[in-house]
């Protein structure tokens, strides 16, 4: 096995932006979601490189697991995908696991994000000001969910994870990566009237939103502001039964450690830099990311950029 490039599958929203496609040159306009590493079936990325090119990444799961997620099983593979605003985004919350598969046939969604870019004063929605859901029922009612949510202000750089069952928005002018569970289940909450393209609000998931919100749910920001050491530096964001983030500031090399025992998502969230593994380079560039199979031996990471390693542990 090895380190494997996947196609990207873009999905046109209402409220993207271009930061991301015009980093990669790209001439599309619209795309709000890039689904970077995914199995799931809304989108099932492509291998672009090596023996298996051609073949989805579900695919390679299915005909050789062991190999691919090693003690992993299907439900505890990760999804990384991109989101790129323009406007802010619905507010909206993900159903836990037993709920998720009870009435959507899917898993729940834990998620975080790791803000790649935002303009300054930007903001995102983390859970409401208040934890009484008849307080909140009452705002929905009386069209004041915006007085009672809670807004983080973030800058590059910064961390976020996202529970399920926590009402939360990305909101406008962030570029971030999403990490989170193999999930694509989404309950609107709130879309500040915004009509489509047809003259149309869109659809609202009331009912579900409150049968799965825990409005006592919120989250604090980490941040991890960039500097310029010798040495390579590590932090671990996020460590969780859903997943682990842990963050590489290299300076030289970092050797990714396998085991056999788990797969490792990698995300190039700064600079271009090079893989090196089994006598071979890889070329790993900025906002790219690269799925490693349980199977795969030692990678070493090579140059001056910031790399997120995902995994389950």
Same mark, same amino acid.
């Given at each position: 096995m090895?380190?494997?490039?996947l196609?990207p599958?873009?999905d046109?929203?209402?409220?993207?932006?271009d930061?991301?496609?015009?980093?990669?040159g790209?001439?599309?306009?619209?795309?709000?979601?890039?689904?970077?590493?995914?199995?799931?079936?809304?989108a099932?990325?492509?291998?672009?490189?090596?023996e298996?090119a051609?073949?989805t990444?579900?695919?390679?799961?299915?005909?050789d697991?062991?190999?691919?997620?090693g003690?992993?099983?299907?439900?505890?593979?990760?999804?990384?995908a991109?989101?790129?605003?323009?406007e802010?985004?619905?507010i909206q919350?993900?159903?836990?696991?037993?709920?998720?598969?009870?009435?959507e046939?899917?898993?729940?969604?834990?998620?975080?994000?790791?803000?790649?870019?935002?303009?300054?004063?930007?903001?995102l929605?983390?859970g409401?000001?208040?934890?009484?859901?008849?307080?909140?029922?009452a705002?929905?009612?009386?069209? @004041?969910v &915006?007085?009672?949510v809670?807004k983080?202000?973030?800058?590059?750089? !910064?961390? =976020?994870?996202?529970?399920? *069952?926590?009402?939360?928005?990305?909101?406008?002018?962030?570029?971030?990566?999403?990490i989170?569970?193999?999930?694509?289940?989404?309950?609107?909450?709130?879309?500040y009237h915004?009509?489509d393209a047809?003259?149309?609000e869109?659809?609202l998931?009331?009912?579900?939103?409150?049968?799965?919100?825990d409005?006592?749910?919120?989250?604090n920001?980490?941040?991890?502001?960039?500097?310029?050491a010798d040495?390579?530096?590590?932090?671990?964001?996020?460590?969780?039964?859903?997943f682990s983030?842990?963050?590489?500031?290299?300076a030289?090399s970092?050797?990714?450690? @396998?085991? &056999?025992?788990?797969?490792?998502c990698?995300?190039?969230?700064?600079? !271009?830099? =090079?893989?090196?593994?089994? *006598?071979?380079?890889?070329?790993?560039a900025?906002?790219?990311?690269?799925?490693?199979?349980?199977?795969?031996?030692d990678?070493?990471?090579?140059?001056?950029?910031?790399?997120?390693?995902?995994?389950?542990?």
């Amino acid at each position: 096995m090895y380190p494997m490039k996947l196609k990207p599958v873009y999905d046109k929203t209402i409220w993207a932006n271009d930061r991301l496609t015009t980093m990669r040159g790209m001439e599309e306009k619209g795309m709000g979601t890039c689904w970077e590493i995914s199995a799931h079936p809304h989108a099932k990325n492509v291998i672009l490189n090596g023996e298996y090119a051609g073949k989805t990444l579900d695919e390679l799961i299915q005909a050789d697991p062991q190999s691919i997620l090693g003690e992993k099983q299907l439900h505890q593979m990760l999804r990384l995908a991109y989101l790129d605003a323009r406007e802010d985004l619905s507010i909206q919350v993900h159903p836990y696991d037993e709920y998720a598969r009870a009435h959507e046939n899917d898993e729940g969604k834990t998620e975080s994000w790791y803000i790649l870019e935002a303009d300054k004063g930007a903001t995102l929605v983390a859970g409401t000001t208040a934890s009484d859901a008849a307080v909140i029922k009452a705002a929905v009612e009386n069209d @004041q969910v &915006e007085d009672y949510v809670r807004k983080v202000e973030v800058e590059a750089g !910064d961390f =976020v994870c996202i529970n399920a *069952g926590m009402l939360h928005a990305l909101g406008k002018g962030i570029l971030a990566l999403e990490i989170g569970q193999n999930s694509n289940t989404t309950y609107r909450f709130y879309d500040y009237h915004r009509k489509d393209a047809n003259g149309r609000e869109r659809e609202l998931h009331i009912d579900k939103s409150f049968d799965v919100a825990d409005f006592g749910l919120h989250c604090n920001k980490v941040a991890t502001p960039f500097t310029d050491a010798d040495t390579t530096q590590e932090k671990l964001l996020v460590d969780r039964r859903e997943f682990s983030v842990r963050l590489v500031d290299v300076a030289g090399s970092y050797v990714l450690p @396998q085991d &056999e025992k788990r797969f490792y998502c990698l995300s190039n969230v700064s600079a !271009d830099c =090079v893989l090196r593994y089994q *006598g071979e380079e890889l070329p790993f560039a900025f906002t790219e990311n690269i799925f490693v199979p349980a199977g795969c031996a030692d990678i070493e990471i090579c140059g001056k950029a910031r790399v997120l390693v995902s995994f389950v542990r």
